[in-house]
């Protein structure tokens, strides 16, 4: 009972924790905490605008989030999903401007298919070298979002046809049979860029909570988290078990990306470095201690942290200071790792007594 509270407790004290200490470091240099945050908290919720906003965030957000609870219950870090992700927006981008005039009922399920595809083979790479040559993930998958990013902008800028560019760096936006906004959504969040991600992420959820507590495939994951010699033991495998949870990782990235682009931008364009959403998405599910149904909340926080944030600047607080909010979050969340160590070898005292 103590360790399923824990599991709540913890990041309550660590959102908390953070947003105290961001109080303090603007008490630090002259600013009102109290006013800096009603501000914040005003711009993201304060309007069905601002509330569409928050919302359209949230979805790619719980995306990558799930990506990386997926490989983490198997034991890995993904930190590629900033890639998987960007090419899951490419090559989801790219179809629907290929075949604009597919009905949406068909168009929008093959985009999400598509970065699926996109997301979970860049997703394999890391899984396959992992699983047959030892190769650390970490290193792979962060020297894989480079070649990705830069594979990407090559297919932006020398691959795609000159008909589907409006300049060198950009492409057109994509048909409304592509697009993922609503009008409904659109009316009732006056013309945010509020769209069916949130849906299929909260559909995504179910479907990954599901997966992970109750079929053979999840338990499989977790145990190969555990201890991949073991399931090797028990008549798993331990190598197909890590090469399917990157390439699931790597598959709900690359949906997440295809939700930026197709739901909040419409088109695809050149990028100058990772998204964030990668990023943030670790951070969200490290928030939510990787669970799938804790993980929309934690994106709910993150998400009215990013969108309230300019609202602060209406008293000359700077933007960047909610980075040191987020980073403190995950700072504190962090900590829980060291109590929880102070307590397994507190308890392993008593039981050498």
């Known amino acids: 009972m103590f360790k399923r509270a824990q599991h709540i407790i913890i990041p309550i004290i660590a959102v908390l924790a953070g947003l105290l200490l961001g109080g303090l470091i603007m008490l630090i240099f002259g600013y009102n905490p109290i006013w ?9 919720l304060g309007s069905s605008k601002s509330i569409g906003t928050v919302l359209a965030t949230m979805g790619p957000l719980v995306f990558t989030a799930l990506g990386f609870a ?12 900033s890639g998987q992700a960007l090419v899951g927006w490419v090559f989801a981008v790219w179809f629907a401007l290929m075949n604009p005039d597919l009905p949406r009922i068909v168009l929008i399920p093959m985009t999400i298919l598509v970065a699926m595809i996109a997301g979970g083979a860049a997703g394999a790479i890391p899984g396959i070298l992992r ?3 030892g190769t650390s993930e970490v290193i792979v998958t962060i020297m894989l979002n480079y070649v990705l990013l830069h594979m990407s902008n090559h297919v932006i800028q ?6 589907l560019l409006k300049n060198k760096d950009s492409s057109i ?4 049979n592509a697009s993922y906004r609503m009008d409904w959504l659109s009316e009732l969040t006056n013309n945010s860029r509020l769209n069916i991600g949130i849906f299929l992420a909260i559909i995504a959820v179910i479907v990954i909570w599901f997966l992970l507590t109750k079929t053979i495939l999840g338990f499989e994951i977790r145990a190969v988290g555990l201890n991949p010699t073991a399931s090797d033991y028990a008549g798993m495998s331990a190598k197909k078990t890590i090469i399917l ?10 949906i997440g990306g295809a939700i930026l682009g197709l739901g909040t931008f419409q088109n695809v364009y050149v990028q100058g470095g990772n998204l964030d959403i990668g990023f943030s998405g670790m951070s969200v599910s490290l928030l939510a201690s990787n669970s799938p149904l804790g993980i929309p909340f934690a994106a709910l926080l993150f998400s009215i942290l990013s969108t309230g944030a300019p609202g602060m600047a209406a008293i000359g607080v700077p933007q960047e200071l909610i ?10 969340i962090g900590v829980k790792f060291i109590f929880e160590r102070f307590i397994q070898s507190k308890k392993q005292v008593k039981g050498a007594k």
Request: no cysteine; glycine share 10%.
């Open 36 to 44: 800096g945050y009603e501000d914040l908290f005003s711009a993201a």
């Open 70 to 81: 997926v490989a983490n219950r198997a034991g890995f870090f993904n930190i590629g999903l």
């Open 131 to 133: 699983a047959y040559l």
């Open 158 to 163: 020398h691959i795609f046809a000159e008909s």
């Open 173 to 176: 936006n994509v048909s409304a």
């Open 245 to 254: 949870s990157m390439i699931i990782s790597g598959a709900l990235a690359g």
């Open 323 to 332: 980075s040191i909010v987020t980073a403190s979050i995950i700072f504190f």
